[in-house]
Each structure stands twice: as structure tokens, then as C-alpha cells.
């Protein structure tokens, strides 16, 4: 037999969720590093990942009407320039290409960190009426912000993302797209990833650089840290204005537009794993599962067994079911771990005795359940088996959510859950981001994460300061 | 009735090719140029295309065992210099990255021409063994070359294309994937696109930087020019041995791999154009139409007709078929010509008469055969029509290859065909470069095509210098 692969341990969750963390996404082989910091390899099975994610997300994109465009990966220093306050926020990380060929540039070209100012240089030639809008364009691409401490998926210089940047006839269809959008992801949170999470608006400390107000989508992550999963901004006609992007309205006026923009990332990936994986490693929704099913066969050298276990993935391929028979020479101990480590939703291990007893063993991955099943209606057993680790993954995560959200009702208690607990701490707030500014520097970095759309009463003042609430806020720690 | 856009008309293709193109371009609405010289907008339409073209050939990556990755965007200037020949023909047409964020870097990045470098790094890490071989990667992604003249699709400093990079146990496998892929090319423009092209081995001069062996695919446009429509190369273990990649054989022994890389891009966006469009515009392939039929309701306000115009949409989606109902208040005479602009390969014309008869106006693209078309069995034969369509376009431009390819057997005759006709030459050669300078400076850009898997010998000795010939090559002028 051959010489096996040795199947290492990864760190424990609770004793170092950050190695852990790193661990997984080394490998589950989902990532390399490369020569250049912070720009990451994404291994045939994390991009996998990546392309059912698109998959699933860019039906919902034009199933709401949306189109894919390309727009230039270079932006001019004077075109980022022309919103003030976009480009103060992302000035300090840029990557600046200054040299063509062999000559020096007159201009600085920007790696583009985000395209508003490309859309918007376009819509000013291509909207002139009312009858060129809305405009609802998306793109899928890379994009580079400059970060000075980076981890695989959460925080790189360089990323996968999809941009949305709409534009339409009044604020009121603006502000729709902008929740619409916001709904677009809480649903494939939910529905695809089978991830809950809070949505809500974002205070003005926290909103996007340019925008009048941004929507977040806020999952938890298994140790009570918040990822921001997903933003949508309302842009009012700011952008417009200063593109000199104008259309004739229904009463022949000059007017400018309203505009929206939107996106999600790689970063989804890393709250996949960190809401989803345990100790064994990765643990895959079965809706993005690159394998759904791994088929184990044991003493595969014994007749019919090979035969069963291609017979098996036939009728699961039939199905529309990602599935994978294992034949190598590896041991099944061996295959059992590494596809553990990968996260496969579901396991099916046949044997000799099996096929006599015309059953095989299945083993769901979250919870490790082992049931001898039948084969004669298998197929129907392991789709509905897909259903229960969705449905179970979401359970668990959602019971994590609300185990470790907290209410604070004075400063005292705050900090007394910020720092014995963590999590979210739901707490109200006068709507001054000085309070924003003392919480972040008191508690280690805790922020305000969102201002939810139903909000709670719990006090009549700021947990903070003691004036008047105006919001009841999230507040935690994030990625 | 709202105020019409005029229907502008283009340049005609004889008149002027050039002009004929990028009116073509813009006019269907497929690109829009940006403020960074070369870098395009690719607009809905144009980007539909390419999705349609990214998802067939897609499938046939992963028929044929290729999984996608996606490598970092930029490249460090060492790791760019580690082979030398690679480095010496990228070099000219690199963009730099030097300021990060706030700071000059300490070493200068590349934007990636060509991934090969990254592959190599991140191969080297991953290879040990033969059972890690062989590695069949793909990734989807934009690079830039520092173009000084440029045109849409098919020249420009940023592109988007698919690079695959492979590694071998044996130089045998890394050959026979090079002309596996070369075939899967030939078969996607055939199949899908509906262009005939030579096929064939790059001559010393024109093969790949750092390559030992490269294939091409090469369709002849409309007005003869040829277009390079993808190449395959063999890299043989070089690239390996200067990236210190190796793997233990199944003897037990070190060995480095063999590799191979191919590519594709949106230059295939520009063959489309020139090779099926006319005067009336573009004339898109059904296969990757991003509307196949578009049905154009006549005197819409009368009852019934556009009920009738979507209820025939909806039996046409049922299909499969990608379908429009404007229902714009334009008037059908725009319609008929914005419709053929973009290439639609079907019109339906449905009005109050055509209802009476139960029948409708199917009016081809390509030919513009215009027929009366019973309501009973649309969808047949709209399917049916759609396969002519293909045929169509495939044989007109198979004719026109023929019919653009002339052989020549003196040096007088090679220069009158190239001066007067144009077109592909065949005709012998002797092997040395110096041959294919002398010909390229006293014809204004003839070059070596390729030398085609199955060689005629159409002389003894080489057309331009007069000494034993070693291959039959074909010649043209290219894009």
C-alpha cells in the first residue's frame, strides 16, 4: 500500500480560534500565500466555493434586473479625485501604478479599491432621459486596498467582489434599490449560506466614504465576533452632480439622477468558516459544497464494491447531486479526515457487508450522525439529508446569535459583557460619535454595528453619556 | 409618440474596415471607451457576450479535468525575472505598481501580463509527488500589457481572457495537453462561434516568450486579415527547473514537471464581429447571442398583439431560447434596424393580420429572408432556424477562408498576392527567420501564420530565398 498522506491536527477552536482559523484555510486547502503580502492564492477548492457563491448570487442579481459590465481596473488620480470625501476615504489605500511600459506616467493611475468614480464617468455619456434609467449594472472583478495587517479572506490587499452601482429617476427608487439589494443578501445569507445575521443602517462614523447612508448585513461568527457580510449604500445625487451626470425628466427638466451601490466579497468565505467549522475542520453549507457527498469505499479491492460505489454516484449525479468517489489508495481513517477537514456535508461509506445487507453507512458532517440507510431509496435520503444539515447549520448558528447577544442598560454592564463575554451587546445610544469614539477606546474596539430597522426601547438614555437615546444600537467586535 | 433615437448608419465594410469596426462597436453598444488610454468599458451587451462565451468554453475546461484558481494580480520584479526569456518579451509592456498605500514600495510589482511566474511559485509549493500530477489549472481574469496603439477587443492594454497552466509527469503528457486544448479552441469556434480557422505550430520567431513549442488557432476576418485566436504552448521543464519545482517519480527519483499553458480572450470579441458582421452591423453566432429572437409587435395597441407577442415569448423561454418583446413606443422601422445592429440572429413581426392567419414574420439576420411562419409549430421552427443560422454564417465565412487563400510558388507571385488580394498565402519555407523579416518588411506586415498540421508540398524550395524547403507555411497580415 501506498505511503499515506499523514492526516495533521489543526488547533482547537477555544484554545486559539485564530490559528485555528488559520489552520482550516491552509488545510482544507483553500488558500496560498504569495511573494506579494496580503494578495492570497485561491486553490481550486476555495475558488469552487467562490464560482457556486457567484452562481447562486448573480441569478438573484438579474432576476432583479440587473446586467454584468466590466469596467477598467485603472483610475485615473484626477477621475478618484472628484469626489471629496470618497476619495479621503480611500486614499491611504491605494496602489498607485506610476510607470507604462518603460516610461513614467504623467498621471497617476489608482488600482481601483471600488469603481464609483468609473461608473459614474460612464453613466455621465450614456444617461440623457428619463428613459435611460434606472440603470442597473453590476460587476464582478478584483479589487486592491493597500492593508497593512492582512488574513486570508477577511482582510487582503487584494479581493474577489461583485460591485453593484445603480442609478435611477428619484431618491424614492435609489432608496428602494439600496434595501432591495440589502434583501438580495440577507435572503442568500440565509437561503444559500445558511447563515442569520443582523441588518440595519449603519451610524454616520461607520458608513461609507461618499455615501448619504449605508445598510450592513452583520453575521456573528462562532466566537461572538461580527463580520460586516455585506454592504448597500444610498448615494443621493452627490456622485451625479459632480460628474455632471443629468437627464430630462418626464417635464422635459434637467435633473441629476440618484444613485446606489452595493457589494459582497470573498470575505463571505471566511464567515463561512468561522460561523460553520469545529475542530474537525471546515464545515460547507451543502448549497455551496464544491462535494456534497463523498462516497468512502471500503475494501474497495473486494468485488462489486468499486461497481456499488460508481453505481451510488450515477443515480446522486442524476439527481443534480456534486459527488465524489474516493478510490485512491488511501485508508478510509485517512479519507474519513480529510474529507471531515474539507467540510463534505454528507459521507457514504460502502463495504462488502453493506451490499449484502443492500445498505450503506451515511455520516452527516455537522453533527457527525452515523445511520445505516437503506439503498434502495437512497437518493431521496441524502437529499433530504442535504436539507437537515442546512436547516441544522442555520439552527446552530442562529442559537449561537442569540446566546451570545447581550442587553446592556448601563455603561457598568457594557463594559462588564464586552469584556467577560463579547458578542453583540444591544444598548442605546444618543446618536453622538463621541460616545462611538469612548466605547471603541475603552473596550478594545468595540463599534457600533448597526442601528437595527425594529428597534428595541431599552432605556430612555445613551449607555454612554446619559442624554437622551435617540437609537437602540449593535454594538461588538468585528473582523 | 415619444421622440424617436435616430437610427444613425455606419461606414460600410468596403469603404472602410476600419471605420466599419469601430462604428460596429459603438453602435452596438458593446463598449465605451475610459479615461485611461486602452482600458475599455465593456458595456451589458458586449459583457453578455463574453458571458456566453465564458460559460461553453468553461464546460469543456472542466469535461476535459481543468479546475479553476485565481492567482494574485500583481507580480514582485524578481519573481517576473526568473526565466529569462519570459521576462525579456514581457518586459517593454509592463505596468508597475510602485507606491503602496502611502508608501514607495522597496521593490517594483507588475501587474500581470501572463501568470506563468505565479503558477510556477505556487506550483513548487504543491507538487511533491507523481500522484500530485498532473495539476490542470484555469483562471478567469483581466491582465495588462502597455499597448501603445489600441483598438477595441483587439488590441488593448487591459483584457480579459483565461489562462490555463498545467504541469506533467512526462514531456509526452505535457504535448498531448498542449494539443488538447489547441483542439478544444478549434472546436469551441466551430461549434460555438461558427468560425473556420487554420490550426497549426507557430514558426521560432512568433512563438511564445520562454515557450519551446506554440500552437495557434488562427480565423481569417471578412477583409482577409488574419486574427491570432488563441495559442497553446509546450514549455517543456524549463520554467520548472528555474523555479525549483520537482517531484519524486515513480521510480522513486527527482524529476521536474512538464508544462504547458493556453489562452483565450475578449480578442475573440472582435473576430465575431469581423468575421460574420455587415453593413447593417453586427451578425452574432446564435450559440452566444445575448438575444437570440427579438419579436417586434406591430400596431401593439390593437388588441391582442402584444398578449400574443408574450405569450409566444413565453413558449420560446419554455425552449430555452433567449428572447426579447420590445415593447418600446419606438416605432418597428427603428426597431428592425437597432435589433440588426446588435446581431440578433431572429426577428419575429407579429401584428392584428398576422394574428387573423395565425401566422408571423420570421426574419433571419444573417440573410435577411424574410418568411411568412405558421403560429402552430413557432417553436420548432424557430429552433430549427437558429441551427441554419449557425450553418449559415459557418459556411460563408468557410467560403470566404477559401476563397482568401491563394497559393504562391514564386517570390513575384507572393508579392502580387499580398499587394492585390490580400488574404492567407501558402507557400514553402526554408526555415530561417531571416526569410519571414525579409517578407514581413517588403510586404508591409505579411507574417508566418502558422505551419499547418498537414503540409502540402507545394514546391521544393523556399518562395523567398530560393533554397530546400522545409515546411509549407501559411501567410497573412494579422490584427
Chains 1, 2 share one sequence.
Not at 56 to 75: A, C, Q, S, W
Request: some cysteine; proline content about 4%.
Amino acid at each position: 500500500m501506498a505511503k499515506e498522506k499523514k492526516v495533521e491536527s489543526i488547533t482547537s477552536m477555544d484554545e486559539d480560534f485564530a490559528k485555528w482559523y488559520t489552520d482550516v484555510v491552509k488545510k482544507a486547502e483553500l488558500i496560498d500565500y504569495s511573494g506579494v503580502k496580503g494578495c492570497m492564492v485561491i486553490r481550486p477548492y476555495g475558488y469552487a466555493i467562490w464560482e457556486n457563491i457567484q452562481k447562486d448570487m448573480d441569478r438573484r442579481f438579474k432576476e432583479t434586473g440587473h446586467e454584468n459590465v466590466y469596467m477598467p481596473l485603472l483610475i485615473p488620480e484626477s477621475l478618484l479625485n472628484k469626489e471629496k470625501n470618497h476619495v479621503e476615504g480611500f486614499a491611504p489605500e491605494v496602489a498607485w501604478v506610476t510607470i507604462g511600459g518603460s516610461e513614467k506616467l504623467s498621471e497617476r493611475l489608482a488600482i481601483r479599491p471600488t469603481s464609483e468614480v468609473l461608473f459614474c464617468e460612464h453613466y455621465a455619456k450614456v444617461i440623457n432621459s428619463y428613459r435611460d434609467l434606472p440603470k442597473l449594472y453590476n460587476q464582478w472583478c478584483s479589487v486592491m486596498r493597500w492593508e497593512k495587517t492582512t488574513r486570508p479572506f477577511l482582510r487582503s490587499s487584494e479581493f474577489l467582489w461583485q460591485e453593484g452601482h445603480t442609478m435611477h429617476e428619484t431618491a424614492e427608487d435609489a432608496k428602494e434599490e439600496t434595501m432591495r439589494m440589502l434583501k438580495v443578501y440577507e435572503d442568500f445569507y440565509k437561503e444559500t449560506l445558511a447563515i442569520p445575521a443582523i441588518t440595519g443602517k449603519k451610524t454616520e462614523k461607520e458608513k461609507f466614504a461618499g455615501a448619504i447612508s449605508t445598510y450592513t448585513i452583520e453575521p456573528m461568527m462562532h466566537n461572538g465576533v461580527a463580520l460586516q457580510g455585506g454592504t448597500s449604500h444610498y448615494f443621493g445625487n452627490g456622485f451625479a452632480k459632480a460628474f455632471g451626470i443629468q437627464f430630462t425628466d418626464r417635464d422635459n427638466k434637467l435633473q441629476n439622477p440618484h444613485q446606489t451601490s452595493w457589494g459582497v466579497s470573498t470575505r463571505m468565505i471566511g464567515a463561512i468558516i468561522m460561523v460553520h467549522g469545529d475542530d474537525n475542520g471546515l464545515v460547507l453549507p451543502p448549497k455551496i459544497a464544491p462535494i456534497q457527498v463523498v462516497i468512502v469505499p471500503i475494501a474497495a479491492h473486494k468485488g462489486g464494491v468499486l461497481e456499488k460505489a460508481h453505481e451510488i454516484e450515477a443515480a446522486l449525479k442524476a439527481k443534480g447531486i456534486r459527488v465524489k468517489v474516493d478510490e485512491s489508495d488511501n485508508s478510509p481513517g485517512w479519507k474519513f479526515a480529510e474529507y471531515e477537514m474539507k467540510g463534505v456535508p454528507v459521507r457514504l461509506e460502502i463495504g462488502p457487508k453493506d451490499i449484502e445487507k443492500e445498505q450503506c453507512v451515511l455520516v452527516r458532517r455537522d453533527n457527525r450522525e452515523k445511520v445505516f440507510t437503506p439503498l434502495a431509496d437512497l437518493e431521496s435520503t441524502v437529499e433530504s439529508t442535504l436539507e437537515a444539515v442546512h436547516d441544522g447549520l442555520y439552527q446552530k448558528a442562529l442559537d449561537n446569535l442569540k446566546e451570545k447577544t447581550h442587553t446592556a442598560l448601563t455603561y457598568e454592564q457594557f463594559l462588564e459583557i464586552s469584556e467577560n463575554k463579547g458578542g453583540f451587546i444591544k444598548a442605546m445610544w444618543c446618536g453622538d460619535s463621541a460616545c462611538e469614539d469612548k466605547i471603541k477606546d475603552e473596550t478594545g474596539g468595540v463599534k457600533s454595528r448597526c442601528i437595527p430597522f425594529e428597534e428595541e426601547i431599552l432605556a430612555d438614555t445613551c449607555v454612554c453619556c446619559g442624554k437622551p437615546a435617540k437609537h437602540m444600537v449593535y454594538w461588538g467586535k468585528q473582523y
